[in-house]
Every structure is written in C-alpha cells, then in structure tokens.
C-alpha cells in the first residue's frame, strides 16, 4: 500500500477538471463553501482521495464566549418580536384582500424573513472560530438581510397608511395599532443589523491541522 503525491502540473489539472465539471450553479457552491482551503490528492492503490487542509484566516468575534452566546440569543428575541409584530399587522384590512402594491411587499418582506432566518440559524450554529465560508455566511448575511427587512417593513407600512386613505379599508385605530407593530418589527430588525454591524471581528492565520476535510 503506498501513497503517491501528485506534481504540481498534475494537481492543477485534476482539480481544474474536478471544479469544471460541475454545473455552474454547483461549481458557485463548491468554490465558496472551500474557500481557504487547498486541496490534495492521495491515492491509495487504485482509490482516489482528496483531502482539503484549510489554511486561510479564521474569524471570531471580540468578547468571552458568554457575550457570544448571549448576543445570539438576543437576536433571535429580536426577530420573534418583528416577526409576531409583523404577522399582527395581516390584520390590517379585514376583508383579508390588501391592494396588490402592498401585497407585493408584504411577500417581499416574508421572504426577507426567512432569508433573515436562515442566516440567524447560520449565525447560531457557527462555533468561536469561523472560517472564510462560515463567517461569510453568518455575520454579513445577518447584517444584510436584517437591513432590507427593515426598509421593506417601513415600505409595507407607508403603503398600508396610503391604501387605508384611499380605500378606506380599515379604522383609524386599525391603523394606528397596526403602524406601532410596524415601528416596532422594523426597530428590532434594526437593532439587530446596528449590534452586528459594530460587532468586531478579529482574524488570524489559521494552523495547517486546522478544520481538515477528506472525501
């Protein structure tokens, strides 16, 4: 049993056609998730094996663990309170049909919602140190869709109070309740982009043993 190193000529032509012969939308997928990472074959007899050693930098945030773990927490009580306020505000024209512009931005707002999510759950599960892919899918994310989220809830909210004018769909203290829970969905989203956007990330190079993936 022995184990053959590849050339550097013939590294780079069985990766080049390892990564070209995925589709493109595949290739996106597999070149971010192993950012930071080189890549190696080993063969074993007859087997083929790649074995990725990641050596970029390495992120995490500024404060103890407990800090870390309490800020998560906290943007998740944030996102519940948008999301209750946001779902409170459905209510608004009691026959259940809103204008078609602020259907519209009410869908947009749902989905930034669970972009939103996603990207907290992301963020939850990420552990102390973070490699390219991970901190780019958690913090950045985080901040991004917490921001549209908010610019689309004051959207929806002006809609709603010109369509509650013109259509006269709803009571004047329909509205005004349903306009607070959208003041209030949109603060939370926009405390939670403010505290990730000063968050401090520190970085630092990353051993050669570290995070080590085979296939």
């Given at each position: 049993?022995?184990?053959?190193?590849?050339?550097?000529?013939?590294?780079?032509?069985?990766?080049?056609?390892?990564?070209?012969?995925?589709?493109?939308?595949?290739?996106?997928?597999?070149?971010?998730?192993?950012?930071?990472?080189?890549?190696?074959?080993?063969?074993?007899?007859?087997?083929?094996?790649?074995?990725?050693?990641?050596?970029?930098?390495?992120?995490?945030?500024?404060?103890?663990?407990?800090?870390?773990?309490k800020r998560k927490i906290f943007y998740f009580i944030l996102y519940v309170i948008a999301a209750a306020g946001f779902l409170y505000t459905g209510t608004l024209f009691e026959d259940g049909r809103a204008p078609v512009f602020v259907s519209a931005l009410q869908a947009v707002s749902v989905m930034l919602f669970i972009l939103t999510l996603f990207a907290l759950v992301r963020y939850s599960i990420s552990g102390k140190w973070m490699t390219i892919y991970e901190f780019k899918s958690s913090s950045p994310k985080v901040k991004q869709y917490a921001k549209w989220t908010g610019i689309f809830i004051l959207a929806k909210a002006g809609g709603e109070i010109i369509a509650s004018f013109l259509f006269a769909s709803a009571s004047l203290s329909d509205m005004t309740r349903c306009l607070l829970m959208n003041i209030v969905s949109t603060m939370c989203v926009f405390t939670m982009y403010h505290m990730e956007s000063n968050t401090v990330y520190i970085k630092i190079d990353s051993d050669d043993k570290l995070y080590p993936k085979g296939k």
């Open positions: 049993m022995f184990h053959k190193k590849m050339s550097d000529w013939e590294y780079r032509e069985k990766l080049a056609d390892y990564a070209n012969s995925k589709k493109p939308f595949m290739k996106r997928a597999y070149d971010n998730f192993f950012e930071g990472y080189e890549e190696d074959y080993i063969y074993n007899g007859k087997r083929k094996k790649i074995v990725r050693c990641y050596k970029a930098e390495m992120y995490m945030a500024e404060g103890s663990d407990f800090e870390r773990r």
